[in-house]
């Protein structure tokens, strides 16, 4: 991801950041994401964003990062047709393996490493479980959407002439509707 200079803030680095950084305010991550500025907004209002910064002005600050979340989080949004709350839950569930990850290799405890196992395992089950229902449902809209196919080749098929209008053979499925069906 590339920011041309002239568009962007840099706030002087506190004791954790080692360098300055270059920023974007929120009207140039919504125009460069696609998305308004009320939505990110919104994002941050319930938790699922949080920007690098404040300008003086109290302006809104977004680093790289912040727009990589965003840009993750209007795929799962736009393209995958999650929930904010199902995004909310990934992301905490991203989170958690992070911090897992580090507390797994920081720890030579027995316990406590397996207690951290079991958390990621409950975490993905759940990523699992909810990925498998995203599949099922679009397997549903599918099946839908080959079915409206169909009886729409029906249609034709009848207009055509090539079956008597009301005439359905094979179990009621035209060879319009069969070859709908086969295309599958």
């Known amino acids: 991801m590339s920011f ?7 706030v002087a680095p506190d004791a954790a950041a080692p360098a300055l950084r270059p920023l974007l305010r929120i009207q140039e991550v919504a125009a460069l994401l696609g998305l308004t500025a009320r939505s990110i907004r919104y994002y941050e209002e319930i938790g699922l964003l ?34 904010l709350a199902e995004i909310g839950q990934l992301l905490e569930d991203e989170a958690a393996r992070t911090r897992n990850r580090a507390l797994f ?28 229902a995203k599949q099922a449902r679009l397997a549903e809209m599918i099946e839908e959407a ?30 319009a509707r069969r070859q709908a069906e086969s295309a599958r």
């Open 4 to 10: 041309t200079m002239s568009h962007l803030d840099t």
């Open 50 to 83: 949080e920007p690098a910064a404040r300008s003086e002005g109290a302006y809104r600050l977004f680093d790289e990062d912040d727009v990589e979340r965003l840009r993750f989080i209007k795929g799962l949004r736009d393209d995958a047709g999650f929930s």
């Open 105 to 132: 290799r920081s720890s030579r405890d027995t316990a406590e490493r397996r207690a951290i196992i079991e958390d990621a395992l409950v975490r993905i089950d759940r990523q699992i479980a909810s990925l498998q």
């Open 146 to 175: 080959l079915d409206r196919r169909g009886h729409l080749l029906d249609h034709v098929a009848d207009l055509d002439g090539a079956v008597e209008p009301g005439a359905h053979v094979e179990g009621g499925r035209t060879p």
